[in-house]
Each structure stands twice: as C-alpha cells, then as structure tokens.
C-alpha cells in the first residue's frame, strides 16, 4: 500500500466514523436550529414593536393612502385599515388589535391611542396635518399654484457628507469578524481535541498496535488528522452558512459579501489552525494511555488556545487596526483566530495576510515535526504518563 493510499484510507475511516455519529448530527442541527430559533423570535418580538396598524375612519379615509406612502419613505413599517365604527374600534386599541385609529380631516386630525404615540410616526400625521394647513392658506392668499409651491418645498432635500464613508458599516464588519473568530476558536478547540482523544482510545484499547503493523505512525496521525479535521471544516461552513443565510432573511446582515468572503477567509485559516494545532493535541494525547490522564496533558495546548482567544478577541473588539492587534495576528498560534476576524473589519493589507500566512506554514511545519515525533516515539507506549522529554528524545 503506497503511503497516499494509507493516509487516504485512515482519512475516510475517520470522516465516515465520526459523520456517523449522533453527536455530530445532533449537535449541528441543534447549534442550527437554536440560531433560527434566535432569528425568528426576534423578527417576532422586534417586528410586532416596529410596525404600526392604525385605523381610519369618517373623513380621514382618504388619508390612509398619505400615510402609507409618506411613512415608507421613511421606512416606518405601518398596516392601514378602514374602521366604520370608532367605538369598536376604542376596543381594538385596548386589545392591541390598533396602534391608532385617525379620525377628522388632515387639517384637524384627531388620533385615538391607548397609551402612546409612535413619535415617528407621530412626525408622519404632523408634516402632512400641516400640509394641509399650508396649501389652504397659500390658496387663501392667491398663490396660483400651492401644490406646485408646496411640491418644490417637499423637494428640498438636505445634502449629508460623510467623512468616513463606511462608517455604518462598521459594526456590521465586526461582528461579523467577532462571530467567525469565535466559531474557529471553538472549532479548533473541539476537534484538536477529539483527535487527542482518538489517539488515546486506540492506545487504550491497543488498536493501534494493529494499525501500525500495516501502516506508519506518521501515516495513522496524518489520515486522523485530515479525517477529523474534515469533520470539523463541514460543521463550521454548514453552521456558518446558516447563520449567514439566516441574518440576511431576517434582514439583520446587509453586507453579504463581506459575510461571504469572511467565510472563505474564515475556510483558509481554519485547515490552518487546525493543522497547527491538531500536531500538538495528537502528540500530546499519546503521552498517556488512558482517557483519566488525558486532561493533564491536553491542558497546556488548550490553555494556550483559550488563554490566545481571549486576550486576541478583546484586543480586536478594542481596536482592529492597533498596533497590538496587528502584531498579535501575525503570532503563527494566534493568526488563525483572528486574521479572518480583522479581514472581516476591512483593516488588513494584503502583505499581512501573506506574512501571516506564511509565519503560520512555518509553524505548522516545525509543529508537525515535533507533534510526529512525540507521536511516534510515545504511541506504543503503555502504563504510567510518558515524559515529553523522553518523547522527543525517542
């Protein structure tokens, strides 16, 4: 069996294995379902507040229309209705059935509520109660044309300038970047240690014994690796695909390209992490052979994750342009979590996601280097917790 063969075969057998399991479909379809679940309350609960039902009856009839048009030009979301009986109609606003129920004509309007106003759409019944007003009066004082005159006025616009373009969009970016670095954290965290664990299973029940009678132990980690490592990359890209398809349903996400492309990025650095991180996990899951001590030594590589992800995440959240997020990025076992978080703020040169990338290939390969050896050297070792230092020596 040539060696690409052995480490495709041991690959599949781990993506099959764990695709299977229950935990894995499970969990990804509970992650998925609380995030829809999350949307739709809050699409219920937000969009019940933001909309407006008002009632209109007697002479204000004819108003609904108005009021429809001027309130979606400033995306004031309002259902219109006809009520012949205001008394029915007091019921419905105690019932919360209306918001409002308009009676009189534009130029004396009367508003019935329960207990409060929406205030913009309070703005909307003024501006054009006083329309009203001010075209009958420029009527009354001979002006040939009011509706032209008033036309003109309603056309005034004022011209705003920004001096930072996108600056509404960038709490969306971070977000964005804030939400994809979790995800990697999390991931990495999780599979990097179901890989350690792997490890420590097939010492424990001496599979690997057999395993490595046909096959290297550079082989049997590298397929494990890639295996569970797949598993790992479907989870993330089906979780965050769904969150992205989610937010912008609920019209939550409106920069769909960044999200889209923070996936990608968020793809890349993911087989990077995970790579990187993955070495260290399997070289120290084979320093024990049962699952009791496989906590002590997993506590140091995952210390050094989590201890990374904090200090990193609120670094970014502070400031993704400063100087002590810049420099913390380009760290081979902090780049991978947030890179992708700082690409999706829009703060990163081209040269530092390059340098980043290459720092962590570097890293990746000294980790694999020492990772393999300490596999190798500790695999077939049973009994009592085996040294790091004896490990490496071999």
Known sequence: MTSAAA???????????????????????????????????QMSVFGDEDRSRIGFAGQATGLSERVATASAELDIDVDTTTVTDVAAAKAQLSDGALDAVVTGTAAEMRVLV????????????TGLSRQEV?????????????????????AAQVTVTAIEPNGTEDGQRLAIGAIMAFLLFMSINAYGTLVAQGVVEEKASRVVEILLATIRPWQLLLGKIIGIGLVGLIQLVAIAAAGIALALAADVLTLS???????????????????????????SGALVSRQEDAQSVLTPVTMVLVVGFLAGFNVMIADADGTAARVLSLVPLLSPILMPGRIAAGDVAAWESALAIGLTLAAIALVTYLGGRIYQNAVLHTGSRMKLAAALRG
Do not use: H, S
């Not at 889209?260 to 087989?271: A, M």
């Open 134 to 154: 001010l075209t009958a009066k420029l009527a009354e004082a001979g002006v040939p044309d009011p509706a032209r005159v008033m036309a003109e006025a309603n």
């Open 257 to 283: 390209g960044v999200a889209v492309g923070t996936l990608v990025w968020g793809v890349v650095w993911y087989l990077l992490g995970f790579f990187l991180y993955a070495a260290l996990f399997a070289g």
């Open 7 to 41: 480490v495709r075969l041991v690959a599949q057998r781990e993506l099959v294995l764990r695709l299977r399991t229950k935990w894995f479909l499970i969990g990804t379809l509970v992650i998925i379902a609380v995030m829809a679940g999350y949307v739709l309350l």
């Open 114 to 125: 329960k207990d409060g106003l929406n205030p913009r759409l309070r703005a909307v019944l």
